[in-house]
Every structure is written in C-alpha cells, then in structure tokens.
C-alpha cells in the first residue's frame, strides 16, 4: 500500500500480501443506487405520493448548506445538479462487507455530478475518477472542524477529511458549477436495487472467471443481479486492461442499463415493482435537508417524459497526472466542458412576437466541411446532434471558406433561421440555387467556426460518452 497519506487506497486494490484475508468488495458500486433512484426522478410520474411517502420517510438528511456557508458559485440557469456520492461505511448492516474496516472513517470511491437540464430535456451523470489529483480547498468536517486546504490531494480523501460538505466544496471549487443538492448511498441496498427492477443486462466480450469477485459468466449477454450483479461491477483484472478508468467506462454502461430498466414501462407503470425500487433505494440515502420529499416530486414531475437516448454518461476531461503516471489531472478541456454545464440554459418559455423557433428535433442539417481543417464536419455535426438535430455529414465543400454559411432547400427556410440564430457569426441563411434537398438545411462549416450557442439543454457530445439507450454490447 502507498505510504503516502494523500493516496486513498483500498482494500481491492492494495497488495494482498499487506492484507488480511477479508471479503473483497468493489467500492466503486455505491453511485448505481442513486442511479436508480435518479432514473425514476428523472422519468417517472409519481404523482400517486401517498404510496410512497413510507419510502420517503427512510430517507436521511444532513444540513451541509449550513456547513458550505455563503462564499460559493453563483447559480446561471435553472438546470439541477446533483452530487452522487457512495460511502462504505463499515457500520451496520455493511459490516459484512469487510470487518476489519469497522470503526474507520468512511470513504467515497464514487462521485458523480448528476446534471439536470432544464426543461427536462437531457440528463448527464458526470464520474469523477477516485485517482484524480486536484487543489482542495479547506472545508468544515462533519463534525464543524476546519480541514485545513492542500495544495494537492486526491480526490476521493475529501470524503474520508470532511464527509459531503467537504467534497462538494471541492467540486465547486475545480469547476465553478453550483452543486444544489446530494445524495449518499452505501453499498448494501446494491443488490435490492438490481432484484427490484428484475435484473440488469450487460454484455461481455469474452468469457470471464475471476476468484477474486467470484464472478463466473460466459461470453456474450445475460441478465445479472444481486451477488452477480455485484461480481460484476467490482471485478478488475478479470474484464478490460485492469485499470481503474477501463472500469469506470464498464461501470457507466451497467449505469446506463440500469437507468434503462428502471425508465422502463415494465418498471413505472407498476405501482408494486416501483415501490419495491423506491424502498430499496431510499433505505440507504442521506441528502441535504433541502432535498425533500416535495423537492424530489417537483422534479420528477419537471423530468416527465425523459427517455433513455437522452441520458448521458461521461468522465471528466482528464488524462495522465504529469507528476505521477498512476494518477489523472483535469486536462485543457476540462474547463470549456465545465463552462457547458454552468451555461445550460434554459428553454425559453415564450417567444417574442413575431419570432419563429423550429425545435432542433424537426430540422434535418447536412453539415459540409470548407474550414481546411480535417474532422471539423464530424465534430460540429456531433455538437448539432447532441442538442437534437437530425444531422448527416456531407464531406468536404467544394471551395474553402473563411465564413461559415447556411443554404437550404425548398421549404427549409425557417429552419434555416432557427439554425442561423444558434451560430456566434451570425450567417444569414439563403436559398440553394443547386443542389438543394427539400426540407434540408446545409451547414458549410468555415474557418471562422467557434462553438455552437446552446438551444437549450444541450451540451456538446463529450469523448467516449455513453448513453443509456446504447446497445449494451456495443464497443466504446
């Protein structure tokens, strides 16, 4: 094990020469539960609240905006964001889960930013890497101590330093996005979640049988829950390169499948199997005291209607820490993605008289490349597609261009307008002459090409993302 403090290992990844022989758990399953309870807030209904006021009332709540004080970012849109955190905690119930651990501090190996748009339109769970090293800054400990700041530190010790309050302020503090609330989990209501929603399905690349996690499957796809569910997530060597971001990636496609099945009719329009879901959830969450039952409603009923292609799964921009190579740092996109989520903005409610808005999900847009620069038609034509537009990419322009340009055919001129109104150069659309398609809008990207202004809750597709209606054996 690492000597150094700074460095949060655990059991699973220690050397077992170092180690009494003690059941191994995966830590990193303790953010699924939240999924879960997430994936219903997001789609379901819920109005029938009388049935599910006992499952709200084993929720239990800190007040950690009293401990976080006033000196934080500011609020810029009405979008959520919501801070998943998993502890494995020894106490109780998670006693089994490793005893000699019982009596330690707890730690957090998950934490995940869970970003609500507003309106309703996307949702984006958000992982931060249990290894990424970052400046924290000094908070107030579960018990109002003062932790003092570091100049670097891992991430997942502000769990252990200073419990929620204490990873929220460094949340804020590395990306300047407002967190509003949070929800902790242990690991022990995993395998209740798996079995409330009749099990999750994965898909795996090649055969694997690990005696670490005891997990034994044949390649190809099954239905996996409880202790195989839980194999699943914790296994390391036995799937992938072994490292702890390859399981990340693993483990946001079980999120996404997960999500999936709960968003399911199967599973919302059942009053018995969504109780069953809610009270496998709730047996095991702290939130903030500003997260009630009212407030959990209020979103559910804002998110109504959610589908599963519009929930997103993603890592923070990070890479290889220049200071060490078995750690990550934020790298250069790390900001410009943070700037995404604080500027989710807002659908507007009315339109000014006279105006004309073709939602993005009914224009078709063929992008052309004439900026010289090789990619750029793919890279805008997924930025178009992650805020719903219809897009293919119709290669290279003719002629290079210095001024990017909008041309439509027959009958697309007011999705042209609507289009041109969400590019910072501001083009004026213009009919083709030649080579028009009816109903289509053609996007001659230029050289001059910045960003695309948000329609509103949309953020540009992110590197390796992942979205809970993927087809679960797809390759990522």
């Known amino acids: 094990m690492n000597s150094n403090p700074m460095y949060m290992e655990y059991v699973d990844d220690a050397d077992p020469r170092q180690q009494p022989a003690a059941p191994r758990r995966g830590w990193r399953i303790l953010g699924w539960v939240c999924i879960g309870l997430s994936a219903v807030m997001v789609a379901g209904s819920l109005t029938a609240y009388g049935l599910y006021r006992r499952a709200f009332g084993n929720i239990a709540h800190e007040d950690v905006n009293a401990q976080l004080g006033p000196n934080r970012p500011k609020k810029l849109n009405s979008a959520l964001n919501i801070l998943l955190l998993g502890s494995d905690t ?8 490793g005893r000699s651990m019982k009596g330690e501090p707890p730690r957090s190996d998950t934490m995940i930013l869970l970003h609500l748009s507003p309106g309703g339109g996307q949702a984006m769970g958000i992982s931060f890497p249990r290894d990424l090293m970052v400046r924290m800054p000094s908070c107030k400990g579960r018990k109002g101590q ?12 502000a769990f252990t330093n200073g419990g929620a309050t204490c990873v929220i302020k460094t949340i804020e503090s590395i990306s300047n996005v407002r967190v509003d609330h949070f929800m902790q989990v242990d690991f022990n209501g995993f395998k209740a979640i798996t079995n409330a929603v009749g099990g999750v399905p994965v898909c795996l690349p090649k055969a694997v049988n690990d005696p670490k996690s005891k997990l034994k499957l044949g390649k ?11 194999a699943y997530v914790r296994v390391r060597h036995g799937l992938g390169d072994g490292s702890d971001l ?13 999500a999936n099945k709960a968003m399911s009719a199967g599973v919302l329009s059942n009053p018995k199997k969504l109780l ?5 959830v709730t047996k095991s969450l702290t939130t903030d005291k500003e997260l009630t039952p009212q407030v959990m409603m209020d979103i559910a009923k804002e998110m109504q209607g959610m589908t599963s292609g519009k929930l997103r799964f993603v890592t923070v921009p990070s890479g290889p820490d220049p200071q060490d190579p078995n750690r990550v740092a934020l790298n250069a996109a790390a900001q410009p993605f ?10 507007p409610k009315e339109q000014k008289p006279g105006a004309v808005k073709i939602p993005p999900s009914q224009i078709r847009v063929r992008v052309y490349n004439g900026s010289g620069i090789d990619g750029q038609a793919g890279r805008v034509a997924d930025d178009l597609e992650s805020q719903g537009f219809h897009v293919t990419v119709g290669g ?3 002629s290079p261009t210095t001024a990017t340009k909008v041309m439509y055919g027959s ?14 150069s501001g083009p004026q659309p213009a009919a083709r002459t030649s080579g028009g398609t009816p109903g289509v809008v053609d996007l001659i990207v230029g050289s001059d090409w910045t960003n695309l202004k948000n329609a509103g809750g949309g953020i540009p597709k992110q590197q390796g993302e992942i979205r809970a209606s993927d087809n679960i054996c797809k390759e990522t």
């Open 90 to 97: 020894r106490e109780g119930a998670n006693a089994k889960y």
């Open 146 to 157: 003062i932790i003092p700041a570091q100049a670097r530190a891992q991430i997942n010790s």
């Open 220 to 230: 190809g796809q099954h239905n996996i829950k409880g202790e195989q569910a839980l």
């Open 246 to 258: 390859d399981r990340i990636k693993r483990q946001q496609k079980f999120m996404g499948a997960l």
């Open 276 to 280: 069953d879901l809610m009270n496998a």
């Open 338 to 347: 943070f700037a995404a989520i604080r500027n989710d903005k807002t659908i």
């Open 396 to 398: 290279n322009a003719s």
């Open 411 to 424: 009958g697309a001129d007011q999705q042209a307008q609507s289009l041109a109104a969400l590019i910072p």
